[in-house]
């Protein structure tokens, strides 16, 4: 019988386990994503290294600018990439024409000296502009050398990679919040 009661309570708090959440150490700045049908992300933002990235990323969070957008490219193919996210158009309508929008802002270009390592969040821009970073950020889903020192590294995902790996092209962001 008190093996019963005891096989029957570990049942019980495997659920707690699962979801439990990522507890920030002192003096991190985590960034948690929550992605419709899929859990939540927990990115380390790296607010010293970059300061002007990671400042206009908490305001639009703050405002709530991520709230109900959707993954509007993810590439997988030849090899797994990136998610990316950030284009206020995405919220509804076709996917299609999506990925040139913002809120406008233009934010320059931060060195930060991280590599593209799987996790790593960068702030996506226009080619030809290294200093034309917005709204729109990408998650790598694998190393990405051939990004390095071209897009501001602004934080590393450090909670809910599983999550990250999953994610398709149109899942819903419910909530982007600063711990």
Known sequence: MRALITFICFLALIPLGLGQ???PR???TIMKIEI???GDVYIRLFTKEAPKTTAHIQRLVKNGFYNGQ???RVERSPRPYLAQIGDP???SGDLANVGNGGSGANI???ETGFD???GVVGLARTVQDPNSGDSQFYITLAPAKFLDGKYTVFGRVVGGMAVVRSIERGD???SVRIL
């Open 36 to 38: 419709e049908g899929r």
């Open 21 to 23: 959440a990522y507890q």
């Open 70 to 72: 959707r993954f509007h």
């Open 89 to 91: 158009a995405s919220r």
């Open 116 to 118: 593209h390592k799987a």
């Open 172 to 174: 819903r962001v419910v």
């Open 108 to 110: 320059p270009y931060e």
């Open 26 to 28: 002192p003096g991190e």
